[in-house]
């Protein structure tokens, strides 16, 4: 049986894609004990290891949540990746924000801080949302906010991989803070159009009939007084 690729697979591949660039270009050290970088890390080198930890499941296990396939024929797996998430997104989302505060000794501005702050209440905050409707037995409602909780944690990998691909990174405090509000505001908005593919797709495919003015005289004609 051939399957047919779908916008879904084209998004993971993207994701997939932008995940290698990111391991390899910016987070190369998490595996190189003896990287230069863990010698500017050191004061808080444990919390960014179990940060990077953290995000794990948060990253590579997140897309198979959304396999409509594996979630039905694996309903107790689909459980268990499903809080793996949730404890992952609760972890990784504080700790990013501790470990930017710890960076303003070296130098980083505190606006980084306040980014680093709003990007983990916005994860947080859509994934208990999700873990709530789930909780509830409201499944449409969950896999929502699931849809939009991965697209603020993908926030991390975009920012990366987009100023790492443009050479951006290089450009100074404010083309980088840019990015990252760029990148963060844009993801509400995608995962919701996501959401709402379908009914955006049914919408722009129906033809309005137009209607003359003989029936407009006939319809008002009728309307109770």
């Known amino acids: 049986m051939k399957t047919r690729f779908s916008a879904k697979h084209a998004i993971f591949t993207m994701i997939a894609i932008m995940l290698v660039y990111v391991l390899f270009h910016n987070e190369r050290f998490l595996v190189e004990a003896d990287h230069p970088a863990w010698q500017r890390y050191e004061s808080y080198k444990w919390w960014l290891l179990v940060h ?8 590579l296990l997140a897309p198979l949540q959304f396999s409509d396939r594996l979630r ?22 504080p700790l990013g924000a501790y470990v930017q505060y710890k960076q303003e000794s070296q130098g980083m501005p505190r606006s980084f801080t306040v980014l680093a702050v709003v990007d983990a209440v916005m994860l947080m905050g859509t994934t208990l949302v999700a873990l709530a409707f789930a909780i509830k037995r409201k499944i449409t409602q969950h896999r929502h906010w699931m849809i939009r909780s991965y697209a603020v944690a993908l926030v991390f990998l975009e920012v990366r991989f987009i100023l790492g691909v443009t050479g951006w990174e290089t450009l100074g405090v404010e083309i980088v803070q840019a990015v990252i509000w760029s990148c963060l505001a844009m993801s509400i908005l ?10 955006l797709r049914t919408a722009l495919k129906t033809s309005v009939r137009p209607v003359s003015l003989k029936q407009e005289a006939l319809s008002g004609a009728v309307e109770p007084v």
Do not use: S
């Open 72 to 93: 039905q024929r694996f309903t107790g797996l689909h459980r268990i990746v499903g809080r793996l998430y949730v404890v992952g997104a609760l972890i990784l989302a």
């Open 190 to 199: 995608i995962a919701d159009i996501i959401n709402h593919w379908l009914e």
């Open 52 to 59: 990077g930890l953290a995000g794990v499941p948060v990253m």
